[in-house]
């Protein structure tokens, strides 16, 4: 079951990745990185499983928040603001 | 038993619906297309993947719920604040008909 | 091993940056690629295969198959001084656009080597 | 040219660190000091978390090195962008949805901070990373509202007096045991909030520090003359 | 081969992929936004190596924070590179 | 009284001022004196018991290879004696000196900057020792653009560049020493580092050399060495000279007599020595600005230094630290004297200075008196240490370095002359009707007799560098209080 | 003080889910550290507290997330339809919608849940009018658009927020 999982999730990666090497335009690569993060946060909660310690949940979560702060900033940039 | 077969079938469809997101953003023509297919699919996954190990491991609910509650909340505002920026540096969305663009107007009032 | 590689290419990589590149920002990027590969280094040297992190949460964990704990110590420092590092090296960086109004390295006078 | 030397270069730095690393075992079970700290981290500190017992105790003094840097980060930025003339933020409005959304979104970020740094000696994290955090949901409402103060004057007191409070509790240690930063408090019972002796009380310290500094820090870099 | 392998093998491809793309990209913010990219699969990473405090703290910094500043010092100056 | 005051209470301090500035803004000012007067007198407290017996301090309660260890042995006591008195002296003349804002936070650099460096000077840790070189670049990557004009931040950008790739390759040596010897106790790596394969340890040493190098001005390596001198202000030049070069080539040394003792390491750091000590001279001769010329004039002392140490015997390491303690001194009067002459006549070229010594007597007195000492001429201190030099590399059989090492010598004195004739040779009206203050005229002073008072009786200081050099030496008493 | 209460209960239980245990000490712990932030914070967090703690306004909630949550899973089918499907059934543009919710709080759950529902990507929000970005534009006639893109959603927050 694991096999599918981990594939997929490889899967996602790899083609937010390509989408944040092809661009074209800074917005789309920003688009890549919050999907690469939100896949991330998700992937961590299922590696968290896989090595079966409740502790490393906190990590995720953590990752979670930050990276939506982080793009939010991008975000911001962009319209000008900040 | 049953909680681990639900929440086998959540992560699969949580996992499934990471990767369709992540394909929507690789095959959509424009950013806007991109977002929506990325914020919806994304979120879905990202939430039924980590409430599915919720139910995979009974004790651990509450925290993999708050990063699922988190997860719902943040991802549409980002998406939000990601799109705004986009038409605001000047990018126009991907359109088979022209005119369908009412947000121009605004942009072009803000202009002034 | 494959941390070992891909952490000495991302100091290469790093390295290569600061070198090159005649860009200010483009080279304190670099200066934290190369922290980043060494950080990976470090955590990589700790590693023992099929340990868990070095945390006594649950009862029936063994030392023995535990992580090292002092090197994830040390990387945690070393975070927080690139941070601390970037911070200053930026606000360098935009005290000197406010002079300059450049941030090519070969417009401003003495950064030259 | 300048390429073409710079590659030469690192292709020698890199062959030969490639060939120091491959000469290091990869894998094998951890030996010397780090063997000693996974045996009595328990029984020395009180603390689950080795890397946190580490970082705070046996390593205390590193610690303390850290923070000062972190401080100095904040101190020599506001020296180098320091400027007589008032400074603002210099933003535009944000849309109403992140507005809102960050007003509700930052106390949860706070409390998560506070998580953080006070079970620093039970899950990872500490009081960086709750700091970090901390300045992070702070930034949120940076980034929104162009009229969000922080209070400055509170921030440095913040700073100072935490800072403080880590040299007191290094001094206290002098006093009342053999060495600086020497553990006073009963450990408690590991696992439970409130063990591992000055851990805790060290990394609260921290985290606040870290907190109003990293805060003070981004609020420096924000602002520009108007 | 084990499946975790060859995670960290893709990973290790991505990661370098970033970093290779931080440093070539002539657009500061899409270099700033690799860097994020490095720093995002960086923390995957630690988190593997079974290192969950220093995932954390790479989180919140290198994602979070070190973007941030990263962002502003742009904004402040200038977005490309001559 | 324990070794950690040098480090806690400075830090203390630097917390502190943020808060007396809400009270006061003189207070902010006398804080420092009053720490660093404190410092010294704990300093000249503890000095004899440090030189009579090493004094290993633990930190946080656990035994030295698994806790973090201050050792202060004869050569820490001398240098944190060094430090702190000539960081009393930089802060009375800072006093009157420094009015550009924000003071609050000068003063609060310079404290931490003094923290880095005793804890370079104290710390038996390496990875300790690497936070606290950090602490010590960091604050003086902030110092040196504290003027916030256009050369002063290019200078600390170049000197931040440089001095991040020197971390960054003292953070690999740090992890490849880990991972082959499990241990950060400096003794204890001293111990278990001769396991370590060959390629491993010149691997580490090259890195060392690059990664302490640059702190300690070796030849390819202080490229930020002159700008950082010549736009920092003054007194932080002076810092530099003073104190922060002092320590790093300390903690360079140390290393190398721990860890890599061998015969073909010290050539190699003599002819490094010869190379940096000639091309510094050299360059100073051409300056045109009077502070890059101090600061060209340090590097050639230090390469001096290091020549000293790569002969690696009992006398030369001894004189090595005499040569040491008198650079700290005569530099900063220096740099003292050169700031307010650069301030009255409002340039920083040599070519300014003509006439000064008329219009501004008692500067430019200290100036000439400087110059004369660190030539070496007979009166002053800076003649023994250069002689014990001499005489020591004539014990060790070696003709060449001698001769290279009078033939700098004689370049040195070219270039301060010239100076000093300018200053007193040349006639020009005076226009600056500026006093220099008094609190900068007594921090002069008290180098000035400190000088004196060496130049006539060497061996007040001479006697208690037996010890520093014996304990640089001897690796086995290292080990042995090191690791209890 | 009820929006103090109610940001105080909010916080504790954010808190109790955090460290997932209901021992003593982090239960004070959390209680403290909720009062402190709660009095910071309650100005700024909810704008009327304790109101929507009310029997019926639970309810709606529960019926909000209940469509929401339909809608999710809907769009997301929809996502995968169109992602799919090798030619790219689309036909994007962006059309304006007019609520008549008054709360920011209720604008901004009804702009997220249509980011979150089939097809829709809020844009803009300015006013009472939002910006939409649609994939799959059917009509640009104000009745339609709103009776497809946020109908149910606004129904349920107008009772929850009344």
């Given at each position: 079951?694991?096999?599918?999982?981990?594939?997929?999730?490889?899967?996602?990666?790899?083609?937010?990745?390509?989408?944040?090497?092809?661009?074209?335009?800074?917005?789309?690569?920003?688009?890549?990185?919050?999907?690469?993060?939100?896949?991330?946060?998700?992937?961590?909660?299922?590696?968290?499983?896989?090595?079966?310690?409740?502790?490393?949940?906190?990590?995720?979560?953590?990752?979670?928040?930050?990276?939506?702060?982080?793009?939010?900033?991008?975000?911001?940039?962009?319209?000008?603001?900040? | 038993?049953?909680?681990?077969?639900?929440?086998?079938?959540?992560?699969?469809?949580?996992?499934?619906?990471?990767?369709?997101?992540?394909?929507?953003?690789?095959?959509?023509?424009?950013?806007?297309?991109?977002?929506?297919?990325?914020?919806?699919?994304?979120?879905?996954?990202?939430?039924?993947?980590?409430?599915?190990?919720?139910?995979?491991?009974?004790?651990?609910?509450?925290?993999?719920?708050?990063?699922?509650?988190?997860?719902?909340?943040?991802?549409?505002?980002?998406?939000?604040?990601?799109?705004?920026?986009?038409?605001?540096?000047?990018?126009?969305?991907?359109?088979?008909?022209?005119?369908?663009?009412?947000?121009?107007?605004?942009?072009?009032?803000?202009?002034? | 091993?494959?941390?070992?590689?891909?952490?000495?290419?991302?100091?290469?990589?790093?390295?290569?940056?600061?070198?090159?590149?005649?860009?200010?920002?483009?080279?304190?990027?670099?200066?934290?690629?190369?922290?980043?590969?060494?950080?990976?280094?470090?955590?990589?040297?700790?590693?023992?295969?099929?340990?868990?992190?070095?945390?006594?949460?649950?009862?029936?964990?063994?030392?023995?198959?535990?992580?090292?704990?002092?090197?994830?110590?040390?990387?945690?420092?070393?975070?927080?001084?690139?941070?601390?590092?970037?911070?200053?090296?930026?606000?360098l960086?935009?005290r000197l656009?406010?002079h300059h109004?450049?941030?090519?390295?070969?417009?401003i006078r003495k950064l030259k080597w | 040219?300048?390429?073409?030397?710079?590659?030469?270069?690192?292709?020698?730095?890199?062959?030969?660190?490639?060939?120091?690393?491959?000469?290091?075992?990869?894998?094998?079970?951890?030996?010397?000091?780090?063997?000693?700290?996974?045996?009595?981290?328990?029984?020395?500190?009180?603390?689950?978390?080795?890397?946190?017992?580490?970082?705070?105790?046996?390593?205390?003094?590193?610690?303390?090195?850290?923070?000062?840097?972190?401080?100095?980060?904040?101190?020599g930025?506001?020296a180098i962008?320091y400027?007589k003339?008032?400074?603002?933020?210099?933003?535009?409005?944000?849309?109403?949805?992140?507005?809102?959304?960050?007003?509700?979104?930052?106390?949860?970020?706070?409390?998560?901070?506070?998580?953080?740094?006070?079970?620093?000696?039970?899950?990872?994290?500490?009081?960086?990373?709750?700091?970090?955090?901390?300045?992070?949901?702070?930034?949120?409402?940076?980034?929104?509202?162009?009229?969000?103060?922080?209070?400055?004057?509170?921030?440095?007191?913040?700073?100072?007096?935490?800072?403080?409070?880590?040299?007191?509790?290094?001094?206290?240690?002098?006093?009342?045991?053999?060495?600086?930063?020497?553990?006073?408090?009963?450990?408690?019972?590991?696992?439970?909030?409130?063990?591992?002796?000055?851990?805790?009380?060290?990394?609260?310290?921290?985290?606040?520090?870290?907190?109003?500094?990293?805060?003070?820090?981004?609020?420096?870099?924000?602002?520009?003359?108007? | 081969?084990?499946?975790?392998?060859?995670?960290?093998?893709?990973?290790?491809?991505?990661?370098?992929?970033?970093?290779?793309?931080?440093?070539?990209?002539?657009?500061?913010?899409?270099?700033?936004?690799?860097?994020?990219?490095?720093?995002?699969?960086?923390?995957?990473?630690?988190?593997?190596?079974?290192?969950?405090?220093?995932?954390?703290?790479?989180?919140?910094?290198?994602?979070?924070?070190?973007?941030?500043?990263?962002?502003?010092?742009?904004?402040?100056?200038?977005?490309?590179?001559? | 009284?324990?070794?950690?005051?040098?480090?806690?209470?400075p830090?203390?301090?630097?917390?502190?001022?943020?808060?007396?500035?809400?009270?006061?803004k003189e207070?902010v000012k006398i804080i420092p004196g009053l720490v660093l007067l404190?410092l010294s007198?704990?300093s000249v407290?503890?000095?004899?018991?440090?030189?009579?017996?090493?004094?290993?301090?633990?930190?946080?309660?656990?035994?030295?290879?698994?806790?973090?260890?201050?050792?202060?042995?004869?050569?820490?006591?001398f240098l944190t004696t060094l430090i702190t008195l000539i960081g009393f002296v930089i802060w009375l003349y800072s006093y009157k000196f420094i009015i550009r804002e924000p003071i609050e936070k000068y003063y609060m650099l310079f404290m931490m900057l003094i923290?880095g460096s005793t804890?370079i000077v104290?710390?038996?840790?390496?990875?300790?020792?690497?936070?606290?070189?950090?602490?010590t670049s960091?604050a003086a990557y902030s110092l040196t653009a504290f003027l916030r004009d256009r050369d002063g931040a290019e200078a600390a950008f170049k000197y931040l560049l440089i001095g991040?790739?020197?971390?960054?390759?003292?953070?690999?040596?740090?992890?490849?020493?880990?991972?082959?010897?499990?241990?950060?106790?400096?003794?204890?790596?001293?111990?278990?580092?001769?396991?370590?394969?060959?390629?491993?340890?010149?691997?580490?040493?090259?890195?060392?050399?690059?990664?302490?190098g640059i702190e300690s001005e070796m030849f390819p390596l202080n490229g930020w060495a002159p700008d950082a001198y010549s736009q920092a202000p003054s007194p932080v030049g002076a810092v530099f000279g003073g104190i922060v070069v002092k320590a790093a080539v300390y903690?360079l040394?140390?290393?190398?007599?721990?860890?890599?003792?061998?015969?073909?390491?010290?050539?190699?750091?003599l002819?490094m020595g010869i190379i940096t000590m000639l091309i510094a001279e050299m360059s100073a001769m051409k300056q045109q600005q009077i502070k890059r010329m101090l600061a060209f004039s340090s590097i050639g002392q230090m390469g001096l230094v290091i020549i000293a140490f790569g002969i690696?015997?009992?006398?030369s390491v001894r004189a090595a630290m005499f040569q040491m303690f008198n650079h700290a001194l005569i530099k900063s009067l220096l740099f003292f004297s050169a700031g307010y002459l650069v301030f009255h006549s409002g340039s920083k070229k040599i070519s300014a200075l003509d006439g000064l010594g008329h219009d501004k007597p008692i500067t430019s007195f200290f100036f000439a008196f400087g110059a004369l000492a660190i030539i070496g001429l007979p009166p002053f201190s800076g003649f023994w240490s250069k002689l014990y030099i001499l005489l020591s590399i004539a014990?060790?059989?070696?003709?060449v370095p001698v001769v290279l090492i009078l033939i700098s010598s004689i370049i040195e004195a070219v270039y301060y002359l010239r100076v000093v004739s300018r200053l007193y040779f040349y006639k020009e009206e005076a226009t600056d009707v500026r006093r220099t203050p008094v609190s900068g005229l007594i921090a002069m002073g008290i180098l000035t007799v400190v000088i004196l008072l060496v130049g006539f009786y060497p061996n007040l200081i001479l006697n208690w560098m037996?010890?520093a050099?014996?304990?640089?030496?001897?690796?086995?008493?290292?080990?042995?209080?090191?690791?209890? | 003080?009820?929006?103090?209460?109610?940001?105080?209960?909010?916080?504790?239980?954010?808190?109790?889910?955090?460290?997932?245990?209901?021992?003593?000490?982090?239960?004070?712990?959390?209680?403290?550290?909720?009062?402190?932030?709660?009095?910071?914070?309650?100005?700024?967090?909810?704008?009327?507290?304790?109101?929507?703690?009310?029997?019926?306004?639970?309810?709606?909630?529960?019926?909000?997330?209940?469509?929401?949550?339909?809608?999710?899973?809907?769009?997301?089918?929809?996502?995968?339809?169109?992602?799919?499907?090798?030619?790219?059934?689309?036909?994007?543009?962006?059309?304006?919608?007019?609520?008549?919710?008054?709360?920011?709080?209720?604008?901004?759950?009804?702009?997220?849940?249509?980011?979150?529902?089939?097809?829709?990507?809020?844009?803009?929000?300015?006013?009472?009018?939002?910006?939409?970005?649609?994939?799959?534009?059917?009509?640009?006639?104000?009745?339609?658009?709103?009776?497809?893109?946020?109908?149910?959603?606004?129904?349920?927050?107008?009772?929850?927020?009344?």
């Open positions: 079951m694991i096999y599918i999982y981990v594939i997929l999730i490889v899967l996602a990666i790899i083609f937010a990745a390509l989408r944040g090497l092809l661009g074209p335009t800074a917005s789309d690569r920003v688009v890549a990185l919050d999907n690469l993060t939100t896949i991330s946060t998700a992937g961590l909660v299922l590696l968290g499983f896989v090595f079966q310690r409740f502790i490393y949940i906190d990590v995720s979560l953590i990752y979670g928040v930050l990276s939506f702060v982080g793009v939010l900033t991008i975000a911001r940039y962009l319209e000008g603001g900040l | 038993m049953i909680l681990n077969i639900v929440g086998n079938i959540l992560v699969t469809v949580g996992t499934v619906f990471l990767f369709l997101g992540a394909l929507g953003i690789f095959r959509m023509p424009d950013v806007y297309s991109r977002l929506q297919a990325g914020t919806k699919a994304t979120t879905l996954g990202a939430l039924s993947t980590v409430i599915g190990v919720g139910f995979l491991q009974p004790e651990w609910i509450w925290k993999t719920l708050l990063i699922a509650i988190f997860i719902a909340i943040s991802n549409p505002i980002s998406s939000h604040a990601l799109a705004r920026g986009s038409y605001k540096t000047g990018l126009k969305p991907y359109m088979k008909k022209e005119g369908l663009d009412s947000y121009a107007e605004v942009e072009k009032e803000e202009v002034k | 091993m494959i941390y070992y590689a891909t952490s000495i290419l991302l100091i290469l990589i790093g390295m290569y940056a600061v070198l090159v590149k005649k860009n200010l920002i483009k080279i304190v990027i670099g200066l934290s690629i190369v922290d980043n590969g060494i950080h990976l280094l470090l955590i990589a040297i700790g590693y023992v295969k099929d340990g868990t992190a070095p945390i006594f949460s649950k009862p029936g964990l063994q030392a023995s198959q535990m992580v090292d704990p002092v090197p994830q110590a040390l990387v945690l420092t070393a975070i927080v001084i690139g941070l601390a590092v970037t911070a200053v090296a930026l606000s960086i935009i656009y406010d109004k450049t941030l090519n390295i070969n417009k | 040219m300048r390429k073409v030397i710079a590659i030469l270069l690192l292709f020698i730095i890199g062959y030969y660190s490639l060939d120091v690393l491959l000469k290091i075992p990869f894998g094998e079970s951890a030996g010397g000091v780090g063997k000693h700290y996974l045996e009595s981290t328990i029984k020395e500190t009180g603390a689950v978390n080795s890397v946190t017992a580490i970082v705070v105790s046996y390593r205390g003094f590193d610690t303390l090195g850290e923070v000062t840097v972190l401080f100095l980060a904040a101190t930025l506001g962008l400027d003339k008032a400074k603002k933020r210099a933003l535009q409005n944000a849309s109403v949805i992140v507005k809102t959304s960050s007003k509700i979104i930052y106390p949860l970020i706070a409390l998560l901070g506070a998580y953080v740094f006070v079970h620093g000696h039970l899950t990872p994290g500490g009081g960086f990373q709750g700091g970090a955090i901390i300045a992070t949901g702070v930034l949120l409402m940076f980034i929104s509202y162009r009229s969000f103060e922080t209070n400055h004057k509170a921030l440095s007191i913040i700073e100072s007096l935490a800072g403080m409070t880590f040299v007191t509790i290094g001094f206290a240690g002098l006093i009342y045991g053999t060495s600086f930063l020497q553990n006073i408090l009963p450990f408690g019972i590991p696992g439970e909030l409130f063990s591992a002796g000055i851990i805790p009380l060290i990394y609260i310290a921290v985290g606040f520090k870290v907190g109003a500094e990293l805060t003070a820090l981004l609020d420096n870099l924000l602002k520009t003359i108007k | 081969m084990n499946w975790l392998t060859i995670v960290v093998v893709i990973l290790s491809i991505v990661l370098i992929i970033a970093a290779v793309f931080a440093v070539y990209q002539k657009d500061l913010l899409l270099a700033v936004i690799g860097t994020s990219a490095v720093s995002v699969v960086l923390s995957v990473l630690f988190y593997i190596l079974q290192a969950p405090d220093v995932a954390l703290t790479e989180a919140a910094i290198g994602v979070a924070l070190t973007t941030i500043i990263f962002v502003i010092t742009i904004k402040k100056t200038k977005r490309f590179e001559e | 009284m324990s070794p950690v005051h040098f480090i806690a209470i830090l203390f301090a630097a917390f502190l001022i943020p808060l007396a500035g809400k009270v006061s207070l404190y007198f704990v407290t503890l000095f004899p018991i440090g030189t009579h017996h090493p004094v290993v301090e633990i930190i946080a309660g656990f035994k030295p290879p698994f806790g973090i260890t201050l050792y202060y042995g004869a050569i820490a006591a923290t804890g104290l710390t038996g840790d390496i990875f300790n020792l690497f936070v606290f070189f950090e602490i960091i991040s790739f020197a971390s960054t390759f003292f953070l690999l040596a740090i992890a490849i020493i880990y991972a082959n010897v499990h241990t950060l106790n400096l003794a204890d790596i001293a111990v278990k580092i001769q396991d370590v394969p060959v390629t491993t340890r010149l691997f580490v040493l090259i890195l060392f050399l690059i990664g302490l903690s040394m140390r290393i190398i007599f721990l860890m890599f003792n061998s015969h073909d390491v010290l050539h190699f750091l002819v690696g015997t009992e006398p014990d060790a059989g070696l003709m037996t010890p050099a014996a304990d640089l030496l001897n690796k086995a008493s290292y080990i042995k209080f090191g690791l209890f | 003080m009820s929006r103090f209460i109610f940001s105080f209960v909010i916080f504790f239980l954010i808190w109790l889910g955090f460290t997932s245990t209901f021992h003593y000490q982090e239960v004070i712990t959390g209680a403290l550290l909720s009062l402190v932030l709660a009095s910071l914070s309650y100005k700024s967090f909810t704008e009327r507290g304790l109101f929507y703690l009310s029997p019926k306004r639970l309810f709606y909630i529960l019926k909000y997330l209940a469509v929401f949550l339909i809608a999710l899973v809907k769009a997301n089918f929809d996502v995968a339809k169109r992602v799919i499907n090798p030619k790219l059934p689309i036909n994007p543009g962006i059309v304006t919608y007019h609520t008549t919710l008054k709360s920011d709080t209720a604008k901004m759950f009804l702009a997220n849940s249509i980011t979150l529902t089939p097809g829709t990507l809020t844009v803009d929000i300015i006013d009472d009018k939002l910006y939409i970005h649609w994939i799959d534009v059917k009509s640009e006639d104000p009745e339609v658009i709103y009776s497809e893109i946020g109908k149910d959603f606004e129904v349920i927050l107008k009772e929850i927020f009344k």
